[in-house]
């Protein structure tokens, strides 16, 4: 399956009374000093939009945000530019940018521990209705490029792939899960 445009989303546990709007004046410094890969652009507040993108980090090739879609917190990033190699290594390299994200929320000290992210387990959103239909038949065509995806990130590891029991009007999204105890700074080797 060749898709090129593709979200991913890490659970993310928040303390009590974390507020967002802290990581504004973080996401700048992001900006300023090129902490992360790509065109780094801009910081938008989306916060009124109910379960909606919260703060994000916007860039030419991908969109960061603290989501809470589905009334869950979530580190979603959503690829906008089709990149380089195949459509494993273009997951991959969003997979290892989201996690490079969150280990460097988690490692901030502004925040003061205030955000855990779980690296065992993400949501691959499939962002492209024509290429990867909502169906069983979408889900089996996507799953030897997770296989192939899951193997990099969790070397040695049983990974659980299942697809959500989502309308089927709904983008196609799989659900990849493995043991507890990885961190999120694991999955930025590469």
């Given at each position: 399956?060749?898709?090129?445009?593709?979200?991913?989303?890490?659970?993310?546990?928040?303390s009590e009374g974390f507020d967002q709007a802290s990581l504004?004046?973080?996401l700048h410094e992001w900006i300023r000093l090129k902490s992360?890969?790509?065109?780094?652009?801009?910081?938008?507040?989306?916060?009124?939009?109910?379960?909606?993108?919260?703060?994000?980090?916007?860039?030419?090739?991908?969109?960061?945000?603290?989501?809470?879609?589905?009334?869950?917190?979530?580190?979603?990033?959503?690829?906008?530019?089709?990149?380089?190699?195949?459509?494993?290594?273009?997951?991959?390299?969003?997979?290892?940018?989201?996690?490079?994200?969150?280990?460097?929320?988690?490692?901030?000290?502004?925040?003061?521990?205030?955000?855990?992210?779980?690296?065992?387990?993400?949501?691959?959103?499939?962002?492209?209705?024509?290429?990867?239909?909502?169906?069983?038949?979408?889900?089996?065509?996507?799953?030897?490029?997770?296989?192939?995806?899951?193997?990099?990130?969790?070397?040695?590891?049983?990974?659980?792939?299942?697809?959500?029991?989502?309308?089927?009007?709904?983008?196609?999204?799989?659900?990849?899960?493995?043991?507890?105890?990885?961190?999120?700074?694991?999955?930025?080797?590469?």
């Amino acid at each position: 399956m060749n898709i090129d445009r593709f979200a991913v989303k890490f659970p993310v546990q928040a303390s009590e009374g974390f507020d967002q709007a802290s990581l504004i004046p973080i996401l700048h410094e992001w900006i300023r000093l090129k902490s992360l890969p790509g065109t780094l652009l801009d910081v938008a507040d989306y916060r009124h939009v109910p379960d909606g993108p919260g703060i994000m980090l916007i860039t030419y090739e991908t969109n960061y945000a603290l989501d809470e879609g589905d009334g869950q917190l979530g580190l979603y990033a959503q690829r906008k530019v089709g990149g380089e190699g195949s459509p494993a290594e273009r997951i991959t390299d969003l997979v290892r940018s989201t996690a490079k994200f969150g280990d460097l929320l988690e490692q901030d000290a502004r925040l003061q521990g205030q955000l855990q992210f779980k690296g065992n387990e993400f949501l691959f959103i499939a962002n492209d209705r024509l290429h990867a239909p909502n169906t069983e038949e979408g889900f089996e065509s996507l799953k030897p490029t997770l296989e192939t995806v899951t193997s990099q990130l969790y070397p040695g590891q049983t990974v659980q792939l299942s697809k959500l029991d989502n309308d089927r009007r709904e983008r196609l999204t799989v659900k990849v899960q493995v043991a507890p105890g990885v961190s999120i700074g694991s999955l930025c080797q590469g």
